[in-house]
C-alpha cells in the first residue's frame, strides 16, 4: 500500500466544512422565499432531494461548489442517504479531489455496496491502483460481497510487479461469485491479462465468451496482441471481426494501425487512415499517434510530418514519435530541428526525447551538434540517467571524440553493463584495441558481466588493430560467461581472420560454425578475398550473397574491385551486366565536412560547389605538393580498364579529398578538420592524407563506412590496417 489513505480513517469531515446555507451555486437554492410545486422547492410537496442535489453535484464543477452542496446535507440532515453520499463521491473523485471523497466515504456508517464501488472506482480512474485493491480486500473484510460494477475498477487497478498474480486472484473470485459469464467483467480480464503480458490467459478468456462477445471483447483481444509484440495476431482478430461486420471504433482502429506500423504494411495501414477520415477521427490524439507513427516507421516521413504539424497542441508522445521517426529514417537534421522546435513550444522533453535526439546527433557525425546536445543535459534533470549517459557515450563515440565519449564515462557515478559496453564498443569503432582491453579487465574488477554487446566491442577493436590471438581468444572466452555468440560474433571472427590474411583459417572457421553464415560473414569473406586478391573464394563468397541478398550493389561492387585489382577485365565487364539487368547502379561516393555549423557535400569530381573553380585550383596546388613529397597514386586499385593518366586523376577527385581541401581553405591553420564519408576509405586516399596531415600540420578525423581514422602528423591511428 503506498499510501495510508486506503485503511486509516481520517478526521471528521464535519469539522473541516461549514453547515452554512449561504452562497449556493448555481442559483438553485433550496430555501425560496414562496411556495411552488417545483420538484427542486424544498417546501414543495413534489420536493426530490436525491434530483434535487444529483443536479447540483452534475453542474459541479469546482471544490467550492462541493462544499457548498455538502453542507446543505448536513443542514437538512440528507447527508446519510447513501444516493445522495455516492453522488457525493463521484463528484469529488471526478474533480479530483480523492481525499475528500474519501473522507465523505469513511463518514458513512456501514457503507454498501454501492458506496464501496464509488470509492475504488475514484481511485481506480486516478491510477491511484494500490489504494483501489487495498479497499477492495477492505470490502472483502467488511462483509461486503461485490458486484458487477465493483470488478471492472478491480481489475483495472492490478498493476505493478505482482499485476498477473493478483489478476488471477481477482479471476478466482470472478469466478466463485458467478460473474465468468459477465461480458463487461471478462473484457476487463481481457485487459488484465495483456497488460501482464499473458496474452494466451487473454486469449482464453475471449474465447470463452463465445457469442457474446461485443465490440469491446475483440478491442481487448486486439489490443492484448499489438502491445505485446504479435501484430499479425493482432491483424488475424481485427480482419475476423471486420467480417463478422463489427463497427470498429477508435480504440481498434489505433491497435490495427499499430499492428500495420509494426509491420511495416503502408498499403493496409493507409486504408485504415480513410477509415479514420469516414469516421471523422483526424484529430483524436491516440488515433493521430498511431498514424504519426506508421508513416515514419513505413519511411513516409513527410506524411508523418505534415499530420504533426496539423496539431495545434502536442502531447510528448507525438514530439517523440516524429524525432524518433526521422532519425530511424536517416533525416538527423529534421530530427534535431524537431527537437529545437519543442524545446522553443516550452514542451517538456522526456529520457525517449532525449535518447531519439542524442541517436540523431550520433548518426549525424556532427561534433558540434553533438556537443550542443551534451551541454543540454548538463544542465537538465537527466545528468545523472544511466541510459542518457550510455546513448551520449554512443554519441561522442561515433561523431569522432572517443575523449568526450570517455569523460562521460568517468562521470557517471552508477555504471551498469550498458555504460560499460557502449564505451567498449566506442573504443572498437576507432581501433582503439589495448584501451578496450584495459576497460573489460577494469569491468571484470568492478564486479559487472559483460553481455554479448561487449564481447562485439571487443572483437571490433581487435580486427581494426589486427589483433588476431588476442581476438581469437576473447571470443573464446565467451563461453565462461554463458554468453552464446550471436551472428554477429562470428562475423567478427571471420573478419578478424580475413584481414590478417588468414583466409583459410576463416574459410575454415564458417565451415565449423554451428550457425548458417548469413550476409554479414560472407561479406567478411569476400571483402577479406579482394583485399588480398583471391579470386576463387572471392567468387564462392559472392556467389552466397548474391542468392542471399541479390540487390544490394555493395556485394557486386566488391567481386569487380577484386576482379579489378587482378586485372580480369571481363569479369568486371561481367558483373556491370549484372547489375544493369537487376536495375542496380554503384554507390556514389559522398563526403561531407561540417563547417560553422552547416554539412558540406561533395562527391567524386563533383563541380556543383559555388566555390568550385576556387576548391579545384587548391586541389591540383595541393596534389602538386604530394607528388613532391613523394606520393604515387596506386593505380592498380582503379575500377575499370583505363589509361594510367585517367585512372589517376579519377583516384585524386575522391570526395574525401575534395572535402579537405575545402576545409583547408576555409579553416584557420591548426583547426582539426573531421569528414564523414559513406564508404571505405580507399588506399589511395588514405596514403595522401596521411601525408597531408604532416605537410598541413593538420588533424583529421575520417569516419568512413567502417571506422574512424585520425590523422596527424602523417600518421594514422588505424596503423595502415582497416
Not at 4 to 20: D, E, G, M, V
Not at 580 to 601: N, P
Request: proline content about 3%.
Amino acid at each position: 500500500m503506498s499510501r495510508n489513505l486506503a485503511l486509516s480513517k481520517p478526521s471528521s469531515i464535519f469539522s473541516r466544512i461549514s453547515p452554512s446555507p449561504k452562497l449556493l451555486p448555481l442559483d438553485l437554492h433550496p430555501f425560496p422565499d414562496h411556495e411552488s410545486n417545483n420538484p427542486h422547492d424544498i417546501h414543495s410537496p413534489t420536493f426530490n432531494p436525491e434530483s434535487f442535489y444529483t443536479s447540483l453535484l452534475d453542474r459541479s464543477t469546482c471544490k467550492k461548489h462541493l462544499n457548498q452542496i455538502h453542507s446543505q446535507t448536513i443542514v437538512t440532515g440528507l447527508h446519510s442517504n447513501g444516493f445522495i453520499v455516492t453522488k457525493l463521491i463521484h463528484t469529488a473523485s471526478n474533480l479530483g479531489d480523492i481525499p475528500y471523497a474519501r473522507q465523505v466515504f469513511d463518514e458513512f456508517p456501514d457503507p454498501y455496496v454501492f458506496l464501496w464501488n464509488a470509492i475504488i472506482r475514484g481511485y481506480s480512474r486516478q491510477n491511484m491502483f494500490n489504494e483501489a485493491i487495498g479497499l477492495y480486500t477492505r470490502m472483502q473484510d467488511a462483509g461486503v460481497g461485490p458486484d458487477r460494477f465493483t470488478m471492472p475498477h478491480v481489475l483495472k487497478s492490478c498493476g505493478g510487479a505482482a499485476a498477473f498474480e493478483v489478476g488471477r486472484a481477482v479471476h478466482a473470485q470472478i469466478f466463485r461469485r458467478g460473474f465468468e459469464s459477465d461480458v463487461f467483467v471478462q473484457n476487463g480480464l481481457v485487459a488484465v491479462y495483456a497488460k501482464c503480458g499473458r496474452v494466451g490467459n487473454a486469449r482464453n478468456v475471449f474465447e470463452g465468451l463465445g457469442d457474446h462477445k461485443t465490440i469491446v471483447s475483440w478491442t481487448s483481444i486486439i489490443s492484448a496482441y499489438a502491445q505485446n509484440g504479435q501484430p499479425i495476431e493482432a491483424l488475424n482478430f481485427f480482419k475476423k471481426m471486420r467480417s463478422y461486420g463489427l463497427q470498429v471504433d477508435w480504440i481498434t482502429l489505433v491497435s490495427g494501425i499499430s499492428a500495420y506500423a509494426d509491420i511495416e504494411d503502408l498499403g493496409q495501414g493507409k486504408s485504415l487512415h480513410s477509415c479514420v477520415i469516414k469516421m471523422g477521427l483526424e484529430a483524436e490524439p491516440d488515433l493521430r499517434i498511431a498514424l504519426i507513427t506508421l508513416y515514419a516507421k513505413c519511411g513516409n516521413v513527410m506524411v508523418a510530418k505534415a499530420l504533426f504539424d496539423e496539431m495545434e497542441t502536442c502531447n510528448v508522445i507525438m514530439w517523440n514519435t516524429m524525432i524518433s521517426g526521422f532519425a530511424k529514417n536517416g533525416c538527423c537534421g529534421e530530427a534535431i530541428s524537431v527537437f529545437q522546435r519543442m524545446l522553443t513550444k516550452k514542451a517538456k522533453p522526456d529520457s525517449v526525447t532525449i535518447c531519439s535526439t542524442i541517436l540523431a546527433c550520433a548518426q549525424l557525425g556532427s561534433l558540434q551538434e553533438a556537443r550542443k546536445m551534451g551541454d543540454y543535459i548538463d544542465k537538465s534533470e537527466y545528468k545523472a540517467d544511466v541510459f542518457v549517459n550510455s546513448a551520449l557515450i554512443d554519441m561522442y563515440a561515433k561523431c569522432g571524440s572517443v575523449e568526450l565519449a570517455r569523460k562521460v564515462f568517468d562521470q557517471t557515478k552508477t555504471k551498469d553493463i550498458v555504460v560499460w559496453s557502449s564505451m567498449t564498443v566506442g573504443y572498437g569503432l576507432h581501433g582503439k584495441a589495448h584501451e578496450a582491453i584495459s576497460l573489460f579487465s577494469m569491468m571484470k574488477q568492478a564486479g559487472v558481466s559483460p553481455n554479448d554487446v561487449t564481447f562485439i566491442g571487443l572483437l571490433t577493436a581487435c580486427n581494426h588493430a589486427g589483433l588476431v590471438e588476442e581476438g581469437w581468444r576473447i571470443f573464446n572466452s565467451m563461453k565462461d560467461y554463458k554468453i552464446e555468440p550471436r551472428h554477429q560474433h562470428y562475423a567478427c571472427v571471420v573478419d578478424l581472420l580475413g584481414r590478417a590474411g588468414c583466409l583459410d583459417r576463416a574459410y575454415d572457421f564458417i565451415k565449423k560454425m554451428p550457425i548458417k553464415p548469413g550476409v554479414s560473414i560472407w561479406g567478411a569473406l569476400l571483402s577479406a578475398s579482394r583485399i588480398y586478391r583471391h579470386v576463387e573464394l572471392g567468387e564462392y563468397s559472392a556467389q552466397h550473397l548474391f542468392s542471399l541478398d541479390p540487390y544490394n550493389t555493395g556485394h557486386y561492387v566488391q567481386l569487380s574491385n577484386l576482379y579489378a585489382s587482378v586485372r580480369m577485365w571481363s569479369g568486371v565487364a561481367r558483373i556491370r551486366v549484372l547489375m544493369k539487368e537487376k536495375g542496380l547502379a554503384k554507390d556514389m561516393g559522398c563526403s561531407m565536412i561540417e563547417l560553422d555549423g552547416k554539412l558540406q557535400v561533395f562527391r567524386m569530381g563533383d563541380k556543383s560547389h559555388p566555390k568550385s573553380d576556387e576548391i579545384f585550383k587548391e586541389h591540383k596546388r595541393l596534389d602538386a605538393r604530394l607528388k613532391e613529397a613523394g606520393l604515387v597514386a596506386d593505380t592498380e586499385s582503379a575500377l575499370h580498364d583505363l589509361s594510367y593518366e585517367d585512372k589517376e586523376e579519377s583516384i585524386c577527385n575522391h570526395s574525401e579529398r575534395l572535402a579537405i581541401v575545402y576545409g583547408l581553405m576555409s579553416t584557420p591553420c591548426g583547426t582539426t578538420l573531421r569528414i564523414t564519408k559513406n564508404l571505405r576509405a580507399c588506399v589511395n586516399c588514405h596514403a595522401a592524407i596521411k601525408l597531408i596531415s604532416r605537410l598541413e600540420n593538420r588533424e583529421i578525423v575520417v569516419r568512413d563506412a567502417n571506422r574512424f581514422h585520425h590523422f596527424k602528423n602523417g600518421e594514422c591511428s588505424c596503423g595502415d590496417y582497416w
